[in-house]
């Protein structure tokens, strides 16, 4: 059964900094493009970050310049440091892996607020 499990969420004040991990279980990990999405709410979910099996990488707008995304094949991890946050940035936070698909994997998802 694939695991994804989120870490690392939680209240910071806005211009502060927070890291983000995936742990993933049973699955070849080192194949799939792994991904943050966000869900704030009274919103739909949006791909924050994106990193592809061969270590291509892309951003959405809104984060470009502030979050890194990295992987680490062989611990089955997937991170997202995530700087300089705003309030906007406030959401819960999912890891995936493989894409918005229907055989695609996600975590329970953690939760971040940005606030002063």
């Known amino acids: 059964q694939v695991q994804l499990v989120e870490s690392g969420g939680g209240l910071v004040q806005p211009g502060g900094s927070l890291r983000l991990s995936c742990a993933a279980s049973?699955?070849?990990?080192?194949?799939?493009?792994m991904a943050w999405y966000r869900q704030a709410p009274r919103k739909p979910r949006e791909l924050v970050a994106r990193?592809?099996?061969?270590?291509?990488?892309n951003y959405a707008d809104s984060v470009k310049g502030r979050f890194t995304i990295s992987r680490d094949n062989a611990k089955k991890r997937v991170y997202l440091q995530m700087n300089s946050l705003k309030p906007e940035d406030t959401a819960v936070y999912y890891c995936?892996?493989?894409?918005?698909?229907?055989?695609?994997?996600w975590g329970q998802g953690t939760q971040v607020t940005v606030s002063s």
């Open positions: 995936n892996a493989g894409g918005d698909c229907p055989t695609c994997f």
């Open positions: 049973g699955m070849t990990f080192s194949i799939y493009a």
């Open positions: 990193i592809t099996s061969g270590g291509s990488i």
